[in-house]
């Protein structure tokens, strides 16, 4: 109904017909479950992947808050949306964790999780051992137990 009665008014107008968008999950299991892929790949204009909030405070592990890009679109470009139509949302923020040790791995128990601004994570980079996961393509740098999962040009350019 929404897109008829947007294609009726560009028509009547002569204006564009007014886009129809979403910003929709990355992760595969809600993927699978809350959509129907085929339809609103039919239906969208550009859709909006959040490529992002893969891990936070409602996990258990730590785990970098981005995954790299074929993890997060291609479901969706498998299950027939054109390329085209995607959009990788990047996050210009970090999360940090506080770790139960200062043995530091990358899928250690979370104790507690936090959000760092821009002016924050230069802070805590600054005193911290920063890190690149090769598998994932993404930094974290880390200091006693605290652990900090967060992006750059360059891993942002893997992504892309």
């Not at 470009?77 to 990047?90: N, T, W």
């Not at 250690?108 to 760092?116: I, K, N, P, R, Y």
């Amino acid at each position: 109904e929404m897109l008829q009665a947007f294609e009726e008014e560009a028509k009547e107008t002569g204006y564009p017909r007014l886009l129809i968008t979403a910003a929709v999950s990355a992760g595969k299991g809600t993927i699978d479950t809350g959509y129907e892929i085929a339809e609103v790949g039919k239906l969208l204009d550009p859709i909006s992947v959040m490529t992002y909030d893969f891990h936070g405070v409602w996990g258990t592990y730590t785990g970098h808050n981005v995954f790299l890009h074929e993890y997060a679109v291609k479901p969706w470009r498998d299950s027939g949306v054109p390329s085209e139509k995607l959009i990788m949302g990047f996050p210009t923020y970090g999360r940090t964790f506080r770790l139960s040790t200062s043995d530091i791995s990358v899928c250690a128990q979370s104790l507690e999780q936090g959000h760092l601004v821009l002016t924050q994570i230069c802070i805590f980079l600054n005193k911290a051992t920063n890190a690149w996961t090769e598998d994932q393509k993404v930094l974290y740098a880390y200091k006693n137990t605290e652990w900090f999962g967060y992006d750059n040009i360059e891993s942002y350019g893997y992504k892309a």
